[in-house]
Each structure stands twice: as C-alpha cells, then as structure tokens.
C-alpha cells in the first residue's frame, strides 16, 4: 500500500522560499503520479501541481505558475516542491496525494493516499 509523508513546512516571510519534500512507500510508488494540494484556513482544498509517474509530465495551477517547480526522484522515492517568492496567500496545509495520471483540474476525488499534510506560513 502506497504511503505518503509530508515534510519541510515552516514559518517564511513573503518573498522568502520553501521546499517541501513528499516521502513516499509501497510498490506501486513508482507508477504513481504525485499531486500537491493545499488548504488554507476557511477554504476549499485546491490542487497546486501534479507529476506524472516519470517526471516527464508536470501542470501547475495559475496562481503558482513561475513561483513554484515540482520533481521527483524514484530512486530515492521522493518528490519536491520548490516554492519561491512566496506570499501571504501561499499559507496553507499542503499535501500530496497520489493518482493515476495528471489531468486538468486535479480533481480531489481522482487522488489517494493522503499524506497528513505540512502547514506553510508566510507571514512578516
């Protein structure tokens, strides 16, 4: 069975960077696409990037698009989110997930394995 573990989280002040870091276990790891989520206090849980199982394949929502680089290694059965250039917006629990394969949108119910998240907070 698939597990995922969320890490990197913390404290940052606006325009400052974060790399968050999704471990993950179980054989079908490598098969898996990996999504990032987030949820911010009082909001709906948004899909923030998605990597296709080879890393060959990445979507990123709007409102991160040129601030944030998602990637992965499967050697070492990891994958990164480099968030740069933060702002008091990003603040949020972020997750990983897994799926099957990206797809516009990053439809919550296409996901599995829920990480149990790591909190961001961008603030002065």
């Known amino acids: 069975q698939l597990q995922l573990v969320e890490s990197g989280g913390g404290l940052v002040q606006p325009g400052g960077s974060l790399r968050l870091s999704c471990a993950a276990s179980g054989v079908t790891w490598r098969y898996s696409a990996i999504g990032w989520f987030r949820q911010a206090p009082g909001k709906e849980r948004e899909g923030v990037s998605c990597i296709s199982s080879t890393g060959g394949y990445t979507t990123y929502v709007d409102s991160v698009k040129g601030r944030v680089t998602i990637s992965r290694d499967n050697a070492k059965n990891t994958v990164w989110l480099q968030m740069n250039s933060l702002k008091s917006e990003d603040t949020a629990i972020y997750f990983c997930?897994?799926?099957?394969?990206?797809?516009?949108?990053?439809?919550?119910?296409?996901?599995?394995?829920w990480g149990q998240g790591t909190q961001v907070f961008v603030s002065s």
């Open positions: 997930a897994a799926t099957g394969r990206c797809s516009p949108g990053m439809l919550i119910r296409d996901f599995g394995s």
